[in-house]
């Protein structure tokens, strides 16, 4: 179980009935499973099953927050806000964070620009390598749509990072981008 306060506590359970559950603290130790660095994804919106996974493992990689916009090539239409949330919710649970991240609606990349912190927009063939931008400590890394930024998008955002060669689905390379962001801010 773990407590508000950042503790990792294990209980032993003294009695479990239907409307109440006691038990004693047995010990307690310091709980960070939250990332210093917080790195926020903002993703074109994509079929549900496709977004959800990103939701998800996202969420328990420790994203600090979700936007999901409407691309130039998104196919997807919606926002299922209370949905996702439901999954960040779990995920967290899931991982053992002492946080939700937020997630939220954005009705396209220009409107997600004016609320997103150091965008870095994920492109494959970026001269610039993710994993060699040590800085700045928070960011919001832009994934794109299946089929991939329109050239009016691309001029949008000053900074592109790539994560190699290889062409990713989108679920993937967020979290994919996730990680190395993370492990290049430790």
Wanted: proline share 7%; net charge negative.
């Amino acid at each position: 179980m773990i407590d508000p306060a950042g503790y990792m506590l294990t209980v032993r359970l003294e009695s479990v009935s239907p409307d109440l559950v006691e038990g004693v603290v047995v010990s307690a130790r310091q709980h960070h499973p939250e990332p210093e660095a917080r790195i926020t994804i903002a993703i074109a919106n994509l079929p549900a099953p496709a977004l959800e996974m990103v939701l998800s493992r996202c969420t328990e990689a420790g994203a600090f927050g979700f936007h999901v916009f409407q691309a130039d090539r998104s196919v997807a239409l919606g926002a299922k806000k209370e949905r996702w949330q439901t999954i960040c919710r779990e995920a967290a649970m899931l991982a053992g964070r002492l946080r939700v991240p937020e997630v939220d609606a954005q009705p396209a990349l220009q409107d997600l620009l004016k609320v997103g912190e150091h965008p870095v927009m994920l492109v494959r063939g970026a001269p610039l390598s993710l994993a060699k931008m040590s800085g700045p400590r928070d960011i919001t890394l832009l994934v794109g749509p299946e089929g991939g930024w329109s050239d009016r998008e691309l001029g949008l955002v000053e900074i592109s990072a790539g994560l190699g060669p290889r062409n990713l689905r989108a679920e993937t390379a967020a979290l994919v981008g996730l990680a190395v962001a993370l492990a290049a801010r430790e």
